[in-house]
Nanobody, 118 residues
């Protein structure tokens, strides 16, 4: 089992920025794609940003965050980051990280709460 620990959330005003971190004690961290997900109250968890495992670390974003959020990874530190800029009230949610390849096998972390006030 892999432990996923998200941090960096908080309360921020609309237009502000936050940087989330996800520490993963995955032995083969480098071998996985990684992604950030979020779950707003009353809604399903959704994938918002993904970074590939190599070959240039390609990234993909949900339309709702494209151009505002940036996902990155530090393989040496086994950490995934999410830089969130120009935050909007609709970004309010609990944010989680995981590997899309391993969702069937790895439990979710506790997540980190992001609240954006208008």
């Amino acid at each position: 089992q892999v432990q996923l620990v998200e941090s960096g959330g908080g309360l921020v005003q609309s237009g502000g920025s936050l940087r989330l971190s996800c520490a993963a004690d995955a032995t083969y961290f480098n071998s996985y794609n990684w992604a950030w997900y979020r779950q707003a109250p009353g809604k399903q968890r959704e994938l918002i940003a993904e970074i590939s495992r190599g070959g240039g670390y390609n990234t993909n974003y949900a339309d709702s965050v494209n151009g505002r959020f940036i996902i990155s990874r530090d393989n040496a530190k086994r950490t995934v980051f999410l830089q969130m800029n120009n935050l909007k009230p609709e970004d309010t949610a609990v944010y989680y990280c995981n590997s899309p390849q391993m969702l069937e096998y790895w439990a979710w972390g506790q997540g980190t709460q992001v609240t954006v006030s208008s």
